[in-house]
């Protein structure tokens, strides 16, 4: 299997906007919690947002009222469009993929992208 692959980051002048995407195969017969994590420099990785199974987000209080998680399950693809960037965004994010379900298919597993660099500058 090709672990997830995160796009869209780069560097943007704080109160700029980046969508992110991350793009992760799926199984019809599994079931999939998506999510986004942080890292920033010699900090811990935090989490940000995830959308579950059937669409529910969830996001860290940094993240409430700036960004906005989706997916678009028919084109394998997750997103995470991050507007009103703060210094304290600047981070590797990663995509996080967590599979699951009944069928013997679906055996619980974590799969995480590589990262990609987001750089806000003040």
């Known amino acids: 299997q090709v672990q997830p692959a995160e796009s869209g980051g780069g560097s943007v002048q704080a109160g700029g906007s980046l969508k992110l995407t991350c793009t992760a195969s799926?199984?019809?017969?599994?079931?999939?919690?998506m999510s986004w994590y942080r890292q920033a420099p010699g900090k811990e990785r935090e989490f940000v947002a995830s959308?579950?199974?059937?669409?529910?987000?969830k996001y860290s209080d940094s993240a409430k009222g700036r960004f906005t998680i989706s997916q678009d399950n028919a084109k394998n693809e997750m997103y995470l469009q991050m507007n009103g960037l703060k210094a304290e965004d600047t981070a590797t994010y990663t995509c996080?993929?967590?599979?699951?379900?009944?069928?013997?298919?679906?055996?619980?597993?974590?799969?995480w992208g590589q990262g990609i660099q987001v750089i806000v500058s003040a």
């Open positions: 799926r199984n019809a017969l599994c079931q999939y919690d």
């Open positions: 996080k993929k967590v599979k699951y379900g009944i069928y013997d298919s679906c055996r619980r597993h974590n799969y």
């Open positions: 959308i579950d199974n059937d669409g529910r987000t």
